[in-house]
């Protein structure tokens, strides 16, 4: 049974950081590419960015340089440091797997396993 567990979120000012995790098991990791979507309330959900199996990154353009997607495959585990985060950055994070490659996988309906999310709010 494939799981993916997200962690690390919760209440920040405007201009802090916070550091989201998601620990995979049931799946050969290595294997996926990993992506990180966030739904704000009444919005679509929306790309974040994702990181190929060797660690190449792809990240929705409005969100680069703030943002950085890093993995572990000897841990399983896929990481979202989110810096200089803004009230507009409040939703519900997600971490994603899929088989397509980075390029590719920048639609929800490209991945196969979602973890359950984890809220993340910035006050202003």
């Known amino acids: 049974q494939v799981q993916l567990v997200e962690s690390g979120g919760g209440l920040v000012q405007a201009g802090g950081s916070l550091r989201l995790s998601c620990a995979a098991s049931?799946?050969?990791?290595?294997?996926?590419?990993m992506g990180w979507f966030r739904q704000a309330p009444g919005k679509e959900r929306e790309f974040v960015g994702a990181?190929?199996?060797?660690?190449?990154?792809n990240y929705t353009d409005s969100m680069k340089g703030r943002f950085t997607i890093s993995r572990d495959n000897s841990k399983n585990t896929v990481n979202l440091q989110l810096n200089n985060l803004k009230p507009e950055d409040t939703a519900v994070y997600y971490c994603?797997?899929?088989?397509?490659?980075?390029?590719?996988?920048?639609?929800?309906?490209?991945?196969?396993?979602w973890g359950q999310g984890t809220q993340v709010t910035v006050s202003s």
């Open positions: 994603a797997a899929t088989l397509y490659g980075v390029g590719y996988g920048v639609t929800w309906d490209k991945y196969t396993y």
């Open positions: 990181i190929s199996r060797n660690g190449i990154n």
């Open positions: 049931g799946l050969t990791f290595s294997r996926y590419t």
